[in-house]
């Protein structure tokens, strides 16, 4: 399970545990990091949390994250689902090299190369996620 909001960077320490421990869950057994995320070739700081969920747990929890931190979209995905639909790509970086301005010089290249590529990128450590990933005709890669 992967959760994504866009976020003012202070909400990771104050607001996010706070929010998971009112959900039932408990905040240890999350990870969440402030990371480089891209939207329509634009690139902002995004807050990434991470843990091993089931699906109702991880709705149940994005819809308040989404609220309190006054997000238009939270985005929750299952990376190791193979029977999904959702065409992605994951692109590895070597390690402690994948920074912001690394990430959006990829995410435009990428649209240059594959017009699908442009929509948006999430990172996690040293991947990045582009999720809905087509190729010119509209279809999933």
Known sequence: MLIERRFQ?????????????????????LRTEV?????LLKTNASLQTEG????????????PLGYVLRQYRVLTSRLDDTTGKTGLVI????????????????????????????????????????LNATNSEGKTL
């Open 9 to 29: 960077p202070k909400s990771q320490k104050n607001i996010v545990p706070k929010i998971i421990t009112a959900n039932g869950i408990d905040a240890a057994t």
């Open 35 to 39: 990371t480089p995320g891209g939207y």
């Open 52 to 63: 091993d969920l089931d699906d109702a747990v991880t709705d149940r929890l994005a819809g």
């Open 91 to 130: 692109v590895r970086f070597p390690q402690g090299s994948l920074s912001a301005t690394v990430a959006q010089r990829f995410f435009e290249a990428a649209d240059a190369t594959k017009n699908g590529l442009g929509g948006g990128y999430s990172v996690v450590g040293d991947e990045q996620i582009f």
